[in-house]
């Protein structure tokens, strides 16, 4: 499975204009919903699955602010990923939003193709989360109650930690169609921080991995 084309995205401003203008900034490769205000935005995800949502951060409610949205949809929907959307420079603002969970703070004005970079990169983190969801999954399900290395010696959970880091950083390449900046970004990891790690946990590149399917 690879992510839904179109992504569904939600978008939440309670300005029309701009919410169209978000909209159209996206390009082809988002359908947008539009919601003018928390409430329709949470009734909206109630129904349907969004893989990105672009939520104002002084979005104005009688009950629900931007930041509080973020919050809601981070406990509910952990899942979706958040890009919170501002024309006010805070430090505050930005540290609060990262710390509940958003995975980008944009400041307004911004470049259509960074915010078209910006989404991309949400939804390959959110097709991330899901390809590690399965693989761990699977692993579960089909191991023994205790693997061993050899009769009596279970494997040490140093190594269960470094097995699993290992697939997520290849899930992570192969995401990335093996460019290492762009799966950097998406893991939340230094570019020379990802490399020492292939390094030493010795992932196999792309061209090693078509060599030993042949």
Sequence with gaps: MTLPNPIPALVIDDDPVLAQGLAELLG?????????????????MQKHRY???????LLPGP???????????????P??????????????????????GAYEYVLKPFKPTRLRATAHRAAEKWELKRLVREM????????????????GKAIPFKQEVRE??????????QQSNWKQVRAAKVLGLHLNSLRLKIRSLGIPGKRDINRAKR
Excluded: N, Y
């Excluded at 602010?65 to 406990?75: H, Q």
């Excluded at 958040?82 to 430090?91: F, H, L, S």
């Excluded at 761990?136 to 061993?148: S, W």
């Excluded at 880091?165 to 992570?172: D, F, N, P, S, V």
């Design 28 to 44: 082809p490769s988002f359908a947008v919903t539009k919601a003018s205000s928390a409430e329709e935005a949470l009734a909206l």
């Design 51 to 57: 893989i990105v949502a672009m939520v104002d951060v």
């Design 63 to 77: 009950e629900m602010a931007g930041l509080e949205l973020l919050k809601v949809i981070k406990l509910t929907w």
């Design 79 to 100: 899942e979706t990923e958040v890009i919170m959307v501002t024309g006010v420079d805070e430090e505050d603002l930005s540290l609060a939003c990262m710390q509940f």
């Design 136 to 151: 761990t999954g699977a692993r579960d399900k089909g191991k023994k109650p205790v693997r061993r290395h050899s009769p």
């Design 164 to 173: 699993f880091e290992r697939e997520l950083i290849l899930a992570a390449l």
